[in-house]
């Protein structure tokens, strides 16, 4: 089974609009981080926002929320107030304790931001 | 901080030639280092996981005979691709761990671009 599910291979938002990419996971570890990175055409990954399975709050970073349902296995990125720049590659990532440390990444979802 | 380069960013070589790439943490010590090799609008895939000072553990169907991995520091980790072809042709990305796991993240490098003519 994938650990790291993105439904959406590709998303289209328009300018200074809000939108969600989903993710859903799959564990049986009870500690685990769930991370988000941008890959831009150069390549590079960046790394959004964390958040971790036992904390409370969903974790926000700027314009970047992870809405963490975590009884659903899911941890989708909510970017607020889009910006052509942020027009890229996103995935969704996990790590369990468990597992000697390896990242698990889902396939990705390609965001275009329409002017 | 806790920046990850690695060197060189592209490279082109030729068939049959071997290539090094470096991975290098430059404000933090990395107890692990991570190998991924990425396909045109895929995702990454992890290669191997390399300690320093022991040998690095591949992943099922990468042969480590052809991607040696040298961990020979808490700093540097180099990949050579020994005799490349053009299949070989990928983008590369390491990343590694902080001594300072306060939340789990690996840091990514840049990536290097290898193509194989």
């Known amino acids: 089974a994938q650990k790291i599910t993105q439904t959406q291979p590709g998303m289209f938002v328009q300018e200074k609009e809000a939108v969600t990419l989903d993710c859903t996971y799959d564990?049986?570890?009870?500690?685990?981080?769930l991370f988000w990175y941008k890959q831009p055409s150069s390549g590079e990954m960046i790394f959004l926002i964390y958040?971790?399975?036992?904390?409370?709050q969903n974790a926000t970073e700027g314009r970047y929320s992870l809405n963490f349902q975590k009884a659903r296995k899911s941890a989708n990125l909510v970017i607020s107030a889009s910006q052509l720049g942020d027009s890229a590659m996103y995935f969704c990532a996990m790590r369990e304790v468990g597992t000697g440390n390896q990242f698990y990444f889902g396939t990705g979802t390609s965001l275009t931001v329409i002017p | 901080g806790a920046v990850v380069s690695q060197h060189p960013s592209w490279v082109i070589c030729k068939s049959g030639t071997s290539v090094k790439i470096e991975c290098r943490s430059l404000?933090?010590?990395?107890?692990?280092m991570f190998w991924y090799r990425q396909f045109p609008k895929q995702s990454l895939m992890l290669m191997a996981t390399?300690?320093?000072?022991?040998?690095?553990?591949?992943e099922q169907g990468v042969e480590k005979d052809k991607f040696l991995i040298n961990h020979a520091s808490l700093t540097l980790s180099t990949l050579t691709v020994t005799s490349a072809h053009p299949e070989d042709s990928s983008f590369y990305i390491c990343?590694?761990?902080?001594?300072?796991?306060?939340?789990?993240?690996?840091?990514f490098g840049p990536g290097t671009r290898l193509t194989v003519t």
């Open positions: 390399s300690n320093e000072g022991s040998k690095a553990t591949y």
């Open positions: 404000d933090f010590q990395a107890t692990t």
């Open positions: 990343s590694a761990d902080s001594l300072d796991r306060g939340r789990d993240e690996q840091y």
């Open positions: 958040q971790g399975s036992y904390d409370q």
């Open positions: 564990t049986s570890d009870p500690s685990y981080g």
